[in-house]
């Protein structure tokens, strides 16, 4: 048989193999010879990702350190052949730690010597409760005068279980003018951190779980998605005209309200709200009464709860919004162990904007049960509701898959659900 595919000009083979991942582009070079190193031209996007080896990571150190070995021998060899003069992305998702800071310290100056624009580093850990000895972001690599990388071409930098410091993510800033995205994540290193610049490009700032942070200021004209995770700070917005996407999310003894002050210039204007709560009896979560989300499209919870609590007080929230098209619960719980009878919440006013509802990790007990009952029965023009069992945590993980299988006993709870849907809305369980 003819092989037509390997008559195409090169053009159109590159164009085929940049729809393949860099692991899957690389195994067209057994092919032939005309296949053998088109791979190395297949894309300016440089994607190592490997869930499957992530999934089955032992928690022994010496076996993991061998999968580690092996990974980072792959990327060296794939950087070592790889012609082009520039590339678009370089991103690493592995669970990678100080060990390798060689090799990685490597990567970083190929990605920049290359005029990367979008650069993700993702160390985070296959076991969510282990400590790791984070690999450190080369400061002097980037601020020294005279050895200082190129950083021009930079529009997104993310960031996860990387040490890096608050006066490092300024100088990006300051010296990167397409800068666009900064995504911090799991960070100890940032302490106090200062956004400010009228001529900042920055569109997005996200600075997640990093929990030695002291203060945030910010006065970025363009900024449109601010999100920040961790201990109560001293938060201070001065300027962000474009803002539309918030998310702010506390521990258990550090409650949200904080934020809503230094935000409260703009509640009228958010399209999309995303809280952390840790939901103990302690910490109220509503709004103050003379606060309107007026303009806010989707409302998104991401809650931690215990035994014989209610999520009715997040109500207020969903009433905070009138114009809300979407709303998004993320449940977060241990092995809820006491039942008690479902309540019904009876005096409400039925939502006419609410179209989509989303339960993520739902556990199919009172405290979720009476929401969900609530939801479908005020929001008369509902179109779409999803129930997913799965644990917020392995959603879009490689253990996603696992979980769904373990899942049937609530499935069969959620089932139960569907007499409360209001007519011609759709119901999917996952």
Known sequence: MEDWISQLPDEVLISILSLFTVKEACRTSILSHRWKHLWLFHTRILDFDDPDTMRDLSSKSEIANWDRDKFVTRVNHILNLHPALTIDQFRVCFDLNKRSQRDIGRWVDFAFSKGVKRFELDFSPAYCCKITRRYTFPHERFT??????????????????????????????????????????????????????????????HIIDCFQVKSIKIFAPNLESFGYVGNIIELQIDYTPCLLDVYIGGLSNHPVNYAFL????????????????????????????????????????????????????????????????????????SELQKEREVRKVINYDPNEHLKEVEIVGFVGRAIDIELVVYLLESAIKLEKIVINPCSPYVVGTPWETEEIENNKVVKECAKQLKKYLPLGAEFVIL
């Open 144 to 205: 020294c005068v005279k050895n200082s990388i190129c950083i021009n071409s930079l529009t997104s930098l993310t960031l996860k279980y990387v040490h890096v410091t608050g006066e490092l993510l300024e100088h990006f800033l300051s010296n990167c003018p397409l800068l666009e995205r900064v995504h911090v994540d799991s960070s100890e290193s940032i302490v106090n951190l200062k956004i400010c610049g009228s001529s900042l490009k920055l569109k997005y700032l």
């Open 262 to 333: 230094a935000l409260s210039s703009y509640h009228h204007q958010l399209e999309s709200l995303t809280l952390g709560i840790c939901h103990y009896d302690n910490i109220n979560i509503k709004l103050p009464q003379f606060q309107r989300l007026t303009n806010l499209r989707h409302l998104k919870l991401k809650v931690t709860v215990r035994d014989e609590e209610s999520l009715f007080d997040l109500i207020s929230l969903i009433e905070a919004a009138p114009l809300l098209r979407k709303f998004t619960l993320e449940l977060f719980s």
